[in-house]
């Protein structure tokens, strides 16, 4: 046999192994890859999004158990500012946590900031209320709660009552004080103020003949805040009737007997109303 001949194998071995390695990115067997960014270098508003809000918000912003972020309505209402300050803060009662390293969360002011600003771009529409006066995302008056109940008897109790008159968006009742110990003033405020739309209930402009006024939403939120047994912060982080009412349920399983079942104030069609 030739030398040629028999050094042959070896060059073709020697190529396979160039190509193998070209393949693999050129990277010797055992060499670490491209090192992942850590936690804090991540400013991708999909990726943020998926790790720190899909879980209770759902994962097109809708759907979830808190707030529909993707609600043009609310956007446009909140805007900007409150989105990133409830995202970095969160709020007393802890049902939304604070996310900014500031107030112990784990996301940098940057980081906040993609989320808050991602949210307006991919889901807001910043014409959508122009000219429309809507109320205010916060409430700037004080409550007449006397006045709120007859609005809410008016306008609320065909959809929210034990045995509600407008049968297709039955959402259950929630002027109940356990239900609403565990709900904010701001989170009925935002309710009412942005609606659900994937849930069918409207905003603040279809509730009644005329939409609300700023006077009306701030006197129904007043109303039902006089029926809670605790009082619940008005910075309060965000519930829903859906989370609430989840929680509620929980709270009443653990309290009742093995042989009877668990009871909960809001009917088991509450739909989420933010």
Not at 44 to 64: M, P, T
Not at 246 to 258: C, I, K, R
Request: glycine share 8%; with cysteine.
């Amino acid at each position: 046999m030739s030398r040629t001949t028999a050094t042959t194998p070896r060059i073709a071995l020697v190529l396979a192994g160039c190509i193998m390695l070209v393949l693999a990115g050129c990277r010797a067997p055992g060499k670490p890859g491209p090192a992942e960014p850590r936690p804090d270098q991540v400013m991708e508003f999909a990726k943020l999004y998926k790790q720190n809000c899909a879980a209770c918000h759902g994962e097109e912003g809708k759907r979830g158990l808190a707030v529909s972020l993707s609600n043009p309505v609310y956007i446009a209402i909140a805007g900007k500012e409150a989105i990133l300050n409830a995202t970095a803060k969160g709020g007393p009662g802890k049902l939304m946590p604070a996310f900014a390293k500031s107030y112990g969360g784990t996301l940098t002011d940057a980081q906040i900031e993609v989320l808050a600003e991602g949210i307006v771009r991919h889901w807001g529409q910043p014409q959508l209320l122009a000219g429309k006066n809507p109320p205010s995302y916060a409430a700037m008056l004080a409550g007449d709660a006397s006045a709120g109940k007859a609005a809410y008897t008016a306008y609320c109790t065909r959809c929210h009552a034990a045995e509600a008159i407008d049968k297709t968006h039955i959402a259950g009742p929630i002027a109940d004080a356990n239900y609403l110990a565990l709900i904010s003033d701001q989170g009925l405020r935002t309710a009412i103020l942005s609606g659900s739309p994937e849930e069918g209930m409207p905003d603040w402009r279809g509730i009644a003949p005329k939409p609300l006024t700023d006077r009306q939403v701030t006197d129904i939120v007043a109303w039902l805040a006089s029926l809670r047994k605790t009082p619940a912060s008005p910075n309060t982080a965000i519930a829903t009737p859906r989370s609430a009412t989840m929680q509620q349920t929980s709270t009443s399983s653990a309290a009742s007997p093995a042989t009877g079942p668990a009871s909960s104030p809001a009917s088991s069609k509450e739909k989420s109303h933010e």
